[in-house]
């Protein structure tokens, strides 16, 4: 509509132009004398005007018949297409000329126009191949997506543009939300075109949303093949599937193979958690203590997570409290000074019965970044020191409102996950979360981050009063 009252004003105004510049050439006084084999003409100045443009136009069309009496010329002398190729040179032209304007209307975001170009371009140029494209592209801007959809249907018949049209199907599959559908497509593009990265992406993240660990193994490493992913990147998302893969198998109840998995998972990135946590478990499973405890040694050392704390302790599940704290010396020396370290260090000392030294170990966490965690732990050492049910009151109050601390936040939209896993559940994206403290306002409560992880059914029942302080505070106020 706009579109069209533009030209409306733009022919009127041209019009306008020329009635004005030709009330001015009529006041002009002068002109000129021609003589033509004797003929005298005497023209005004805008009668010179229309002459100098008949004679282009003149011009114009003296060329144009000279082009064809040529072809004809040919046509006489045995060139049988000599006629037919100069009208097709025209219409071609003028096919080409509808398809660029097609291409800039679609970039514009006039689609209606690029359809309209591509319809003229298509009867013109008579190469399906070149215009569908464009008919495709411009339906899918004017919403008209049954059209759409049929055209890309149409570049399935030719060797040369199958791949965009299983591609353009591929992606309104996916706009409708026909991730089955989708996925099948991305498969049949894959193969068409395996180092095509945009349809490489596709694939892996439709593989990892429908748990297909092993066919999105198999697309991360064409990715890397294909020069498309560097290798610690793809090292890495490759441990984040094969651990998913392990955790598969172990729900289907084959424990060594789930075992194996893990541990492959935990050899290609060391410092995966998850990938940590479930191999030691399966060493521990298989008896090999020591084993279980070099891979949750290491991967401490470059990540102290309490799911590490949790299942170190797992190893040694009957020791008594001052045994278990000369045990975990091994991690607690690597990372002293992270808040991981210094709460899992005042837990142990908490299971022990050694309040002074949870005070000590905890040190300044609470001022300097306190988390609920933290706080609370505070709370049960005031407790175990025989402090007021005020004091303890205040540190639990204050545990309710402190930020949760590090949890798993996905770094392409910032979601809180209560557990890990490969794939953002809020925007989907593939190996995104990280063990980080979230934006403010975030919360949730991840399972590895329970209060006193390694205390709770691991201490005396005087000790259990110590975990259960907050219960205990709320009775008593009632």
Same mark, same amino acid.
């Given at each position: 509509? %706009?579109?069209? =009252?533009?030209?409306?004003?733009? &022919? *009127? #105004?041209? !019009?306008? /132009?020329?009635?004005? @510049?030709?009330?001015? $050439?009529?006041?002009?006084?002068?002109?000129?004398?021609?003589?033509?084999?004797?003929?005298?003409?005497? %023209?005004?100045? =805008?009668?010179?005007?229309?002459? &100098? *443009? #008949?004679? !282009?136009? /003149?011009?114009?069309? @003296?060329?144009?018949? $000279?082009?064809?009496?040529?072809?004809?010329?040919?046509?006489?002398?045995?060139?049988?297409?000599?006629?037919?190729?100069?009208?097709?040179?025209?219409?071609?032209?003028?096919?080409?000329?509808?398809?660029?304007?097609?291409?800039?209307?679609?970039?514009?975001?006039?689609?209606?126009?690029?359809?309209?170009?591509?319809?003229?371009?298509?009867?013109?140029?008579?190469?399906?191949?070149?215009?569908?494209?464009?008919?495709?592209?411009?339906?899918?801007?004017?919403?008209?997506?049954?059209?759409?959809?049929?055209?890309?249907?149409?570049?399935?018949?030719?060797?040369?543009?199958?791949?965009?049209?299983?591609?353009?199907?591929?992606?309104?599959?996916?706009?409708?939300?026909?991730?089955?559908?989708?996925?099948?497509?991305?498969?049949?593009?894959?193969?068409?075109?395996?180092?095509?990265?945009?349809?490489?992406?596709?694939?892996?993240?439709?593989?990892?949303?429908?748990?297909?660990?092993?066919?999105?193994?198999?697309?991360?490493?064409?990715?890397?093949?294909?020069?498309?992913?560097?290798?610690?990147?793809?090292?890495?998302?490759?441990?984040?599937?094969?651990?998913?893969?392990?955790?598969?198998?172990?729900?289907?109840?084959?424990?060594?193979?789930?075992?194996?998995?893990?541990?492959?998972?935990?050899?290609?990135?060391?410092?995966?958690?998850?990938?940590?946590?479930?191999?030691?478990?399966?060493?521990?499973?298989?008896?090999?203590?020591?084993?279980?405890?070099?891979?949750?040694?290491?991967?401490?050392?470059?990540?102290?997570?309490?799911?590490?704390?949790?299942?170190?302790?797992?190893?040694?599940?009957?020791?008594?409290?001052?045994?278990?704290?000369?045990?975990?010396?091994?991690?607690?020396?690597?990372?002293?000074?992270?808040?991981?370290?210094?709460?899992?260090?005042?837990?142990?000392?908490?299971?022990?019965?050694?309040?002074?030294?949870?005070?000590?170990?905890?040190?300044?966490?609470?001022?300097?970044?306190?988390?609920?965690?933290?706080?609370?732990?505070?709370?049960?050492?005031?407790?175990?020191?025989?402090?007021?049910?005020?004091?303890?009151?205040?540190?639990?109050?204050?545990?309710?409102?402190?930020?949760?601390?590090?949890?798993?936040?996905?770094?392409?939209?910032?979601?809180?996950?209560?557990?890990?896993?490969?794939?953002?559940?809020?925007?989907?994206?593939?190996?995104?979360?990280?063990?980080?403290?979230?934006?403010?306002?975030?919360?949730?409560?991840?399972?590895?981050?329970?209060?006193?992880?390694?205390?709770?059914?691991?201490?005396?029942?005087?000790?259990?009063?110590?975990?259960?302080?907050?219960?205990?505070?709320?009775?008593?106020?009632?």
């Amino acid at each position: 509509m %706009l579109f069209s =009252l533009i030209k409306i004003l733009l &022919f *009127v #105004a041209a !019009v306008t /132009a020329l009635t004005f @510049g030709a009330t001015q $050439l009529m006041e002009v006084s002068g002109g000129a004398t021609i003589n033509i084999a004797g003929i005298e003409l005497t %023209l005004s100045p =805008l009668q010179l005007v229309f002459a &100098f *443009v #008949a004679l !282009v136009v /003149a011009v114009w069309l @003296g060329l144009k018949l $000279l082009k064809f009496f040529v072809a004809a010329f040919k046509f006489l002398n045995g060139d049988e297409t000599a006629i037919s190729r100069y009208f097709d040179r025209n219409r071609e032209k003028k096919g080409y000329e509808a398809l660029a304007e097609g291409m800039m209307a679609l970039a514009s975001g006039e689609g209606h126009l690029a359809m309209t170009k591509a319809q003229r371009a298509d009867k013109l140029l008579k190469q399906p191949q070149l215009t569908n494209l464009l008919t495709a592209q411009a339906a899918e801007m004017t919403g008209d997506t049954k059209k759409a959809e049929e055209t890309y249907k149409k570049l399935l018949d030719n060797d040369k543009t199958r791949f965009v049209g299983v591609r353009g199907i591929m992606k309104q599959k996916l706009a409708e939300g026909d991730t089955d559908t989708a996925l099948k497509l991305a498969e049949k593009a894959f193969a068409l075109k395996p180092k095509h990265e945009e349809t490489q992406d596709v694939l892996l993240k439709l593989q990892a949303d429908k748990a297909d660990w092993k066919g999105a193994r198999a697309t991360l490493g064409a990715k890397l093949k294909s020069g498309n992913l560097p290798r610690d990147v793809h090292k890495r998302r490759d441990a984040v599937l094969a651990l998913s893969e392990a955790k598969d198998v172990f729900e289907e109840g084959n424990s060594i193979e789930a075992r194996e998995a893990a541990i492959e998972a935990n050899r290609l990135s060391p410092d995966l958690i998850p990938a940590a946590v479930m191999a030691a478990r399966g060493y521990i499973e298989a008896g090999n203590a020591r084993y279980a405890a070099r891979v949750l040694t290491k991967t401490w050392g470059a990540s102290p997570h309490p799911d590490i704390a949790a299942a170190f302790a797992e190893i040694e599940p009957d020791e008594t409290p001052a045994a278990r704290i000369k045990r975990f010396k091994a991690l607690i020396k690597q990372t002293p000074n992270h808040p991981e370290t210094k709460m899992l260090l005042a837990e142990l000392n908490i299971a022990a019965e050694d309040f002074p030294a949870a005070k000590r170990a905890l040190g300044d966490l609470n001022e300097a970044d306190p988390t609920s965690r933290s706080l609370t732990l505070m709370a049960a050492i005031e407790r175990g020191q025989g402090a007021d049910d005020v004091v303890v009151r205040g540190w639990l109050a204050r545990a309710l409102t402190a930020p949760r601390g590090p949890q798993w936040v996905c770094e392409t939209c910032g979601n809180v996950h209560a557990v890990w896993g490969p794939t953002c559940g809020n925007c989907g994206s593939f190996d995104t979360l990280a063990w980080k403290t979230p934006p403010a306002g975030e919360v949730a409560m991840p399972s590895g981050t329970e209060m006193l992880p390694l205390i709770v059914g691991q201490i005396a029942d005087n000790s259990d009063d110590v975990v259960d302080a907050e219960v205990i505070n709320n009775e008593d106020g009632k």
